[in-house]
């Protein structure tokens, strides 16, 4: 979550990206690849931290089921987020802060529990939730600081 938590900040830094980080680690806990946002940066809707390192994942195992595979992620995934990590076959999903607004692994929706699901991966949310919260928090304030 260490390492998300970076990405996300070196995110925030590069550009006007929301700060969120991902990492796919592997069966033996080695990262296999990494992603933070870039909607802003890419002008894609899709570019979404946990996108992004899902493809990546992808590419670098050359195969799209990434069973065995863990994502972590400092943000809870939304619903085309959740839905990817479903259809990617990850193990499971960590992720540090809730998304009381759109997040889809327990918040609003709970899509990777649903029994109508194909796959269910195990989800722990709340890792590190607290500077994962502070880093979104403090995003958004320099914003609201910036807009007036």
């Known amino acids: 979550m260490r390492q998300a938590l970076a990405l996300a900040t070196d995110s925030a830094r590069l550009s006007e990206d929301v700060p969120v980080g991902a990492v796919v680690v592997g069966p033996d806990g080695s990262v296999i690849a990494s992603?933070?946002?870039g909607r802003e940066r890419h002008q894609d809707p899709t570019a979404h931290a946990e996108i992004v390192a899902l493809r990546a994942a992808s590419a670098a195992l050359g195969r799209w089921r990434l069973?065995?595979?863990?994502l972590i992620v400092t943000l809870e995934p939304c619903a085309m987020c959740a839905g990817a990590l479903i259809a990617a076959r990850?193990?499971?999903?960590v992720f540090g802060a809730w998304d009381d607004k759109?997040?889809?692994c327990g918040?609003?929706?709970?899509?990777p529990r649903d029994r109508a699901c194909l796959h269910r991966p195990e989800?722990?949310?709340g890792?590190?939730?607290v500077p994962c919260a502070e880093r979104l928090a403090a995003f958004f304030a320099d914003r609201r600081v910036r807009a007036d």
């Open 123 to 125: 989800v722990l949310g």
């Open 90 to 93: 990850l193990d499971r999903v």
């Open 127 to 129: 890792v590190l939730a």
């Open 107 to 111: 918040s609003v929706w709970d899509l």
């Open 102 to 104: 759109a997040g889809a």
């Open 67 to 70: 069973d065995g595979c863990s």
């Open 35 to 37: 992603g933070a946002n």
